[in-house]
């Protein structure tokens, strides 16, 4: 399994709030990604990282910031927490950008906005 | 991008062999294809992927049209630890795949 951690796995959080999400990595790849899952909507792209300091947008990039200060480590910000934004984060990572890579997953942090 | 097309569920018995289709009629000649699966309550997992040949792993086959219009995806003998959503995505870049709503597929004892 490749190395990848995400903390924290559960949060509940007021409206509002700010929260942050953290990806760890272990395995020394370039790319990172942060999806969110929501019911009836499968996986999809929020920001995604192509080095340090390197951070793009994905599809739904509104009301998310990202940071990558080392290789290993890819952070996901929701400066002021919405109910929409009540969902299952996931962190991915791949070696290359190129579409021959297969992506790994994190386990998966499920945030709650009350 | 090109999109797909899969069943919404599927079951296969046990020790069964598993085949979930995928359309994917307005393929690129570059896109590749690619199958993840999600078991509950986990991030997905990738199972394969290929462009014009088909392909083997531990895990699984993929059969791919001549046409690439389609592929299939074959589980040789499902296991209930198969039982997931599997998806089947087009890609041309590793930061751009997205992700459908997949095919349930429940492994019945």
């Known amino acids: 399994d490749a190395g990848i951690t995400q903390s924290p796995r559960h949060k509940v959080t007021e409206t509002g709030t700010p929260v942050t999400l953290r990806c760890h990595q272990t395995?020394?790849?370039?790319?990172m990604y942060w999806y969110r899952q929501d019911p009836g909507h499968g996986l999809r792209l929020i920001h995604y990282?192509?080095?340090?300091?390197?951070?793009d947008k994905g599809e739904v990039s509104d009301g998310y910031s990202v940071s990558r200060s080392k290789t290993e480590d890819f952070l996901l910000t929701l400066e002021s927490a919405t109910s929409s934004q009540t969902s299952v984060y996931f962190c991915?990572?791949?070696?290359?950008?190129?579409?021959?890579?297969?992506?790994?997953f994190g386990p998966g942090t499920r945030l709650t906005v009350t | 991008d090109a999109k797909t097309t899969q069943p919404n569920s599927m079951e296969s018995n046990e020790e069964e062999p598993v085949h979930l289709p995928c359309n994917h009629s307005t393929i690129s000649g570059t896109d590749y294809i690619h199958w993840y699966r999600q078991l509950p309550s986990q991030g997905p997992e990738y199972v394969i992927h290929?462009?014009?040949s088909n392909v083997n792993n531990r895990m699984a086959s993929l059969a791919i049209a001549e046409d690439r219009k389609s592929s299939t995806l074959i589980l040789h003998r499902a296991t209930l630890r198969d039982a997931a959503v599997y998806y089947c995505i087009l890609s041309l870049r590793a930061n751009n795949l997205f992700f459908g709503t997949g095919t349930r597929l429940t492994v019945i004892p």
């Open positions: 990282s192509y080095g340090v300091k390197d951070t």
């Open positions: 290929g462009l014009t």
């Open positions: 395995e020394n790849h370039r790319y």
């Open positions: 991915a990572i791949t070696k290359d950008r190129g579409a021959n890579n297969e992506q790994y």
